[in-house]
């Protein structure tokens, strides 16, 4: 979601959908990253510092983990998103995850809510590397879909009524597929609840 659209939608200026290959629209959910969502309570309490939110996008979740006294950083690859989250009072920085990040093999949480298992379309490889960013006896709590969806990678694009932008892979791990992939990348799953229509599990390296 890099890009004018993404970064338009944040900023209000734009509503944008998110179209996929087979041509099916679903509008942005750019409101469920602004403000405190139903369902973030039981992952704001699940996480100890110092915690690693990878996509934090406007920085929901870090400004309200300082909130609670628990050391947070936002890593995220659009500049004005990490602006946003600075503005609320939270750390952040402009990191892709696949690069250089602060604190590697040190962080006793790493974050993936809102849909952001799905970065890069490989699952498998972004949880490999969310294994390399913890620290022995750490964890990492990822937001999945629902017991009965599918498990997919494809290709997606934003869109408004001025147009589209380029397309780029995206992925979503259904909960019951999420033991056989961690397996697979040097993690278990240790937990697993629901709250609020959402579905999180809970890794441990």
């Known amino acids: 979601m890099i890009g004018g659209l993404y970064e338009g939608s944040l900023a209000g200026l734009v509503p944008v959908d998110i179209e996929y290959t087979d041509g099916r629209r679903t509008p942005l959910p750019v409101g469920d990253w602004l ?3 139903p369902g973030d309570a039981g992952l704001l309490d699940r996480c100890a510092g110092p915690a690693l ?3 934090s ?3 929901r979740l870090i400004v309200a983990l300082g909130e609670r006294g628990v050391p947070a950083l936002g890593i995220d690859v659009t ?3 990490v602006e946003l989250s600075r503005a609320a009072g939270g750390l952040a920085l402009r990191r892709d995850v696949f690069g250089r990040v602060p604190g590697a093999g040190r962080w006793r949480t790493v974050l993936l809510a809102d849909g952001n298992i799905g970065i890069g379309g490989d699952p498998g490889a972004l949880l490999r590397r969310v294994a390399e960013l913890l620290r022995p006896g750490g964890q990492a709590l990822i937001e999945v879909t629902g017991p009965g969806t599918v498990t997919r990678a494809e290709w997606v694009r934003l869109r408004s009524a001025a147009g589209s932008e380029g397309w780029f ?4 791990v259904a909960l019951d597929d999420m033991a ?3 397996a697979r990348c040097g993690l278990t799953v240790a937990d697993r609840w629901t709250e609020a229509g959402r579905w999180f599990v809970a890794l441990a390296i």
Do not use: N
Request: aromatic residues 10%; glycine residues 16%; hydrophobic residues 35%.
């Open 35 to 37: 403000a405190e969502r």
């Open 53 to 55: 939110d990878v996509g």
């Open 57 to 59: 996008g406007p920085g």
């Open 79 to 81: 500049p004005y998103a």
């Open 169 to 172: 892979r995206w992925a979503q």
């Open 180 to 182: 056989a992939l961690t």
